[in-house]
């Protein structure tokens, strides 16, 4: 079957501008997570939407950073204004949900340059 | 909150040579313990998991790794690495509370030299 998929692969954009990015996780999957990947650094997690419940917000760095879920499918990180520094590789990663940590699946990330 | 710390940044090995990544964790209930891989220009794999039961797992390419938990520790090891094993390897910590989100290490970068 299908993996995660984001969109776009690459992404260029000018100081200030907003910025969306996608994730579409695998099917069935109820748990998803965003993290940032800076060169040459570690992942850094973000936000977890599991399910219908209220996501862990508790990793975005400001509040120019957002995303929503629409249910158990899609995802969309939308970064604000964006600054040099939120240059870095954006990664998806979907998991079955419930109790367990559950192995996570990630996408190929989205490389965002900010100019 | 669940935390994981790698020690080492970056490692280089020789071709042939044993491997021993480091990682501790930090976290009051059993964890459940992951090593994933990252090749380069390359999404992240799994390379094996701990849940519970035999302390020593194994894992694909032949990596096997050990839960100490007197010393926090999850250890990776391979007895004989090749050049294709250079790339980034993660330490991950998941809980099992209301949710399951994880904690990753900042990464060990391997290097192999022939």
């Known amino acids: 079957g299908a993996g995660v998929s984001q969109s776009p692969s690459n992404k260029v954009t000018e100081k200030g501008k907003d910025v969306e990015l996608r994730c579409d996780p695998i099917?069935?999957?109820?748990?998803l997570y965003w993290y940032r990947q800076r060169l040459g650094q570690g992942l850094e997690f973000l936000i977890y939407?599991?399910?219908?419940?209220?996501?862990?917000k508790s990793g975005l760095p400001s509040d120019r950073f957002s995303a929503e879920r629409t249910g158990e499918s899609v995802s969309t990180l939308t970064i604000q204004r964006t600054q040099q520094e939120d240059s870095a590789v954006y990664l998806c990663?979907?998991?079955?949900?419930?109790?367990?940590?559950?192995?996570?699946?990630f996408g190929p990330g989205t490389r965002l340059t900010v100019t | 909150a669940q935390s994981v710390t790698q020690p080492d940044i970056h490692i280089t090995v020789s071709e042939g040579a044993s491997l021993e990544l480091r990682c501790n964790y930090s976290?009051?209930?059993?964890?459940?313990l992951f090593w994933y891989v990252q090749s380069p220009g390359q999404g992240l794999q799994l390379l094996l998991k701990?849940?519970?039961?035999?302390?020593l797992v194994q894992g694909i390419k032949g990596f096997e790794a050990e839960f100490k938990r007197s010393q926090s520790s999850f250890n990776l090891r391979k007895p004989s690495v090749h050049w294709s094993d250079a790339a980034e390897y993660f330490c991950?910590?998941?809980?099992?509370?209301?949710?399951?989100?994880?904690?990753f290490g900042a990464g060990t970068r391997l290097t192999v030299k022939p």
């Open positions: 990663a979907s998991s079955l949900g419930g109790r367990g940590p559950y192995e996570q699946y």
């Open positions: 099917s069935g999957h109820t748990a």
């Open positions: 939407f599991q399910g219908n419940s209220a996501p862990d």
């Open positions: 976290y009051g209930a059993t964890p459940y």
């Open positions: 701990y849940f519970s039961g035999d302390t």
């Open positions: 991950a910590v998941g809980q099992l509370i209301n949710n399951n989100d994880m904690r």
